[in-house]
């Protein structure tokens, strides 16, 4: 088996997550075939600390570097450097694998530099269900993509569709619609949110024929999406109920595992799924 190095780009909640979790394989057989190699983050001293106890804690290094050091870079850093780790895993014809995969509605020149350079961009599921039978409904023709999502009111805090538009989400009592619209929209007023959205437009039928609406409910304790899809070959309606990470509401405890499968399957002489 071809041994893969990997780089991490954002040593957060997701980040610490998954390459804690690839040096336990490193050393216990997690991953047979992934090898961890650098991280990198803005706190280079906070990065080194979260290692405790790490088996064979890799190096922090800038964003760009990752690409130079490794063959698979994972992004999982704070949308607004998004386009300096995805350019530079790109340019060196990398696979990428993006989590603000928000960013990429925004980036559409990353997929064709991919194809010049030999690149690849893999999206995985993260919080999302169900991306195989829309992914195989695309194949067909998809009439419509609706998701609605709902949070618990920290979990969208800051958010700039909130700041900007002057929504206030504080103290409710019940839930309140915050947004309702296409799926770009949303992950540009969204950007730490509803990456999933974007996801499921790509996976689909583009970002702007899928819809979705956004909810502050003090009523759930978890991020949950409902997504319904109609097309020429099935209907199907979805809800996952993800649990927020305690370092960071704003993403789910199964991102980071999404993460690790993700790595898995490119190494995994069996893969189940589309």
């Not at 760009?64 to 450097?81: G, I, K, N």
């Not at 895993?89 to 990353?110: D, M, Q, T």
């Amino acid at each position: 088996m071809t041994e893969l190095t990997v780089a991490i780009g954002g040593f957060g909640a997701i980040g610490a997550t998954v390459a804690k979790a690839l040096d336990i394989g490193a050393h216990n057989g997690g991953i047979p075939g992934i090898r961890l190699v650098a991280v990198s983050a803005r706190d280079h001293d906070g990065a080194r600390a979260r290692m405790a106890g790490m088996a064979a804690p890799p190096p922090v290094v800038t964003l760009r570097e990752l690409a130079v050091l490794a063959d698979v870079v994972v992004e999982c850093a704070p949308a607004a450097v998004f386009a300096e780790v995805a350019e530079a895993a790109v340019e060196a014809g990398r696979i990428f694998i993006p989590l603000s995969c928000g960013a990429l509605l925004r980036h559409p020149e990353l997929a064709v530099r991919a194809g010049e350079t030999g690149a690849r961009i893999i999206v995985p599921t993260g919080a999302l269900l169900g991306l195989d039978a829309v992914r195989a409904a695309a194949e067909g023709v998809i009439h419509s993509v609706h998701m609605v999502t709902r949070k618990p009111p920290n979990g969208l805090a800051g958010a700039p569709h909130l700041v900007e538009n002057q929504i206030n989400i504080e103290n409710l009592s019940t839930a309140k619609l915050v947004f309702q619209g296409s799926a770009r929209n949303a992950a540009g007023g969204f950007p730490a949110n509803v990456n999933v959205a974007a996801a499921l437009s790509l996976a689909g039928n583009g970002p702007d024929n899928t819809t979705i609406e956004i909810w502050a409910d003090p009523g759930v304790t978890r991020n949950t999406h409902t997504i319904t899809v109609d097309s020429d070959a099935t209907r199907f309606e979805m809800t996952i109920e993800g649990i927020p990470s305690p370092d960071n509401p704003a993403t789910g405890l199964l991102t980071p595992l999404s993460v690790l499968a993700t790595l898995r399957g490119l190494v995994s002489p069996l893969k189940v799924g589309t």
